[in-house]
């Protein structure tokens, strides 16, 4: 069934800034969410939430770029710092103040080592926003497909949790809906990753006994969940091929929170 | 008289020994590039008073934490007594403190009496843990003989120092009931009273049993100091000064190199005038005075406990990578670089690298920036700080990444993303369904 208020169109910084507009939030997509196929669908639906909540928001479309942080992790410190440069001087020229981001490690790197070059924003990540969203009372959650009572456990994106510490935010979103949340036995702090992080994304992994996203996966499936809520696109990736690998994709799925919330409203 | 002399020059030598190696740690430590953390000293006193005083971080494990903890106050509480032993040492007194403390020095003694055998149930315990119930965190191929050794011997040191406390409190008892020379009343010995009909009821056989303890017991700790600076142990010092000087910003922030922003601004803008800024160093590091003094001190403060491996999401689907080695690794090859120095002087090369020689391409590729073994460490290290370093120095001074990294990096040089698309369809996503 097509849903009508999903055409919705997408705002960019160059058509504000030719009507002489500037919102009040930069959504900052990252490479992921606009290539990856999986993601691209989180993306939307990022943008449902923002578009529903109405808040004046805007993308970079064309105009954005790597933040640089796979090559900073893999090492490479100038390729790093020309993207942030010239990442910098885009957000500057627009004017740019609070930015949301759709992945942890945009946001880590935005947040944490843009300063430093010179570029300073608020900066929250896409599980953030839903929270204050929720708290403000301006994201219910009605209208849509019900979650109460649902097995729901939540993987920490090491760049959100112990990256920045933000452990409660997507909790939050998923408690909000009586879902029932479930932790595994390693989570939180203790979270394990899921193998793609610090540029392991972009190559092979070293030999070994098994794939990182395999022990992690287990833990999900350790925790008897129906959904394993995901905040990051690579732990996307990582998770999903990992629950296909193991041949539970019937009995088990991998959503983004922003995914959950849309699907809870009906969006 | 005589003994008094023996202990002041046994006491001396000692000290200096010690305080010689300590020296030299400092020195090796220096090595390290500067690095300022000295920012927020109130919030690094507390993050040491919380971290390496309130040991918090070890509550993760609450078995190790509960027997660390016996170890840990027993040890600085038993001290104490230790001072007792040194004045009378030197003074040729006999429990100078008896006197003066009164009631209360019955108290203490007593409270120190509880406080060993605790260290000794510990001890065995923490014992068994290691060689008999073998537990997985104390393996690994960086635990070869000599660290498997090390802890042993710290454990039953401590196992016999204890013990030696607690009989020569036995003794002194027995020859305070006898009423013997000058050991009069004095403590009082809710343990060591139970080990009393064990020992003879000769009083000059006693005088023997306490002496020799006596003797054993403060000479043991000398030895035991001058261990430290050649073990794990040497953690109960370094674990201070190293939280004190812990990395305050968020686990996710890696440093941004000043030299390259540098070289980049010049190339982002032909009229920047870079600020002169002496010697050009090496990008990342290939060896270990390419790191920072910090992360020299952390290499000396590693217990080498094995809960940051434990937890290594590459070390537990069994990749060659285990934090705790690179730290291990490190300690060698510095305390290896400070003997070149002192045999052959200043400017000597060995020709050995930490890259290459200790740490292997494979073991850095292998990580995946996770924070798990920072998070991990009961006393703030941070191996995944000396992985960048490696890599950084594989990257940009050797160009010798993995090649689908190479290709990665290319892909964000030319179409701005760690992907081969084109920019131009990077905004697709906004018409799909
Ligand atoms: S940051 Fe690297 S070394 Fe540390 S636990 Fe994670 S994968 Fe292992
Ligand atoms: S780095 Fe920390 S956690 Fe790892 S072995 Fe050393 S002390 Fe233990």
Redesign the pocket.
């Known amino acids: 069934m097509e849903n009508p208020k999903s055409e919705i169109k997408i705002p960019t910084m160059a058509e504000m800034a030719a009507e002489g507009k500037e919102p009040e939030i930069l959504f900052w997509v990252g490479c992921a969410g606009s290539f990856d196929e999986r993601a691209r669908k989180i993306t939307r639906d990022i943008c449902k939430i923002l578009h529903h909540v109405g808040i004046s928001y805007a993308v970079l479309g064309t105009e954005e770029g790597c933040t640089g942080d796979p090559a900073k992790r893999a090492g490479n410190e100038f390729l790093f710092q020309m993207q942030a440069m010239m990442t910098i001087q885009l957000l500057d020229g627009y004017n740019i103040k609070k930015i949301v981001t759709g992945c942890p490690h945009c946001f880590n790197t935005i947040k944490n080592e843009y300063p430093g070059l010179g570029g300073n924003y608020e900066v929250i990540h896409h599980t953030q926003l839903i929270q204050q969203l929720i708290n403000d009372g301006k994201l219910k959650a009605e209208g849509g497909e019900s979650f109460k009572g649902k097995r729901i456990t939540y993987h920490d994106p090491?760049y959100l949790g112990r990256g920045n510490n933000v452990y409660e935010a997507p909790r939050a979103a998923l408690e909000f809906l009586d879902t029932e949340l479930i932790e595994m036995k390693r989570c939180k702090s203790n979270g394990l990753?899921c193998g793609a992080?610090?540029a392991q994304m972009f190559k092979e992994p070293e030999p070994g006994k098994k794939d990182i996203n395999m022990e992690r996966v287990a833990d999900v499936i350790e925790a008897k969940a129906q959904v394993v809520a995901a905040a990051c696109p690579f732990c996307m990736t990582m998770l999903t091929d990992g629950i296909k690998h193991q041949d539970k994709q019937q009995e088990i799925q991998v959503l983004d929170i922003a995914e959950i919330t849309v699907k809870a409203n009906g969006l | 008289m005589i003994a008094q002399f023996i202990f002041i020059i046994v006491l001396a030598a000692a000290v200096y020994l010690f305080s010689k190696n300590v020296a030299k740690i400092r020195r090796n430590i220096l090595l390290g590039r500067d690095v300022n953390r000295s920012d927020q000293p109130a919030l690094r006193w507390k993050v040491m008073a919380k971290v390496a005083l309130g040991q918090t971080k070890m509550t993760k494990r609450p078995v190790a934490a509960v027997m660390h903890f016996f170890i840990y106050v027993g040890f600085i509480i038993i001290n104490l007594e230790v001072l007792e032993i040194m004045i009378d040492g030197i003074f040729g007194s006999h429990r100078i403190f008896s006197n003066p403390l009164g009631g209360l020095y019955g108290f203490l003694i007593g409270a120190f009496e509880v406080l060993a055998v605790l260290v000794l149930v510990a001890c065995v315990v923490f014992l068994c843990r290691r060689n008999l119930i073998r537990l997985k965190r104390f393996s690994g191929t960086e635990m070869t003989q000599w660290p498997k050794s090390d802890a042993n011997y710290i454990l039953i040191t401590e196992v016999l120092l204890m013990t030696a406390f607690l009989t020569m409190n036995a003794a002194d008892y027995k020859l305070q009931l006898l009423h013997f020379e000058h050991y009069v009343k004095a403590g009082s010995f809710p343990v060591s009273s139970l080990l009393a009909p064990v020992l003879p009821n000769n009083a000059s056989a006693l005088v023997i049993v306490e002496r020799v303890c006596w003797w054993f017991h403060i000479i043991g700790i000398l030895c035991f100091l001058n261990y430290l600076p050649y073990s794990k142990h040497f953690h109960i010092l370094l674990a201070f000064p190293n939280t004190y000087y812990s990395n305050l910003n968020p686990k996710g922030k890696l440093t941004n190199m000043a030299s390259v922003t540098t070289e980049v601004k010049a190339m982002l803008d032909p009229s920047f005038v870079p600020e002169t800024t002496g010697e050009p160093g090496r990008f990342g590091a290939k060896d270990v005075t390419d790191l920072t003094w910090k992360n020299l001190m952390e290499a000396y403060t590693c217990t080498e406990c094995g809960r940051?491996?434990s937890?290594?999401?590459?070390?537990i689907t069994g990749k060659l990578?285990?934090?705790r080695k690179?730290m291990m690794d490190t300690r060698d090859r510095i305390t290896e670089v400070g003997n070149n120095i002192d045999k052959h002087g200043k400017d000597y090369h060995d020709g050995k690298a930490l890259l290459g020689d200790y740490i292997s391409r494979e073991e850095i590729w292998?990580?995946?920036?996770?924070?798990?073994?920072?998070e991990?460490c009961p006393v703030n290290i941070n191996?995944?700080e000396i992985?960048t370093e490696l890599r950084r120095y594989a990257v940009m001074e050797e160009s010798q990444a993995p090649a689908s990294l190479n290709n990665m990096f290319g892909n964000i040089e030319n179409n701005g993303a760690p992907w081969k698309y084109s920019q131009a369809d990077r905004f697709n996503w906004a018409s799909e369904q």
């Open positions: 090491c990753c992080g610090g | 940051c491996t937890v290594c999401p590459a070390n990578l285990s934090p690179i292998a990580c995946t920036t996770c924070n798990a073994c920072t991990a191996p995944l992985i």
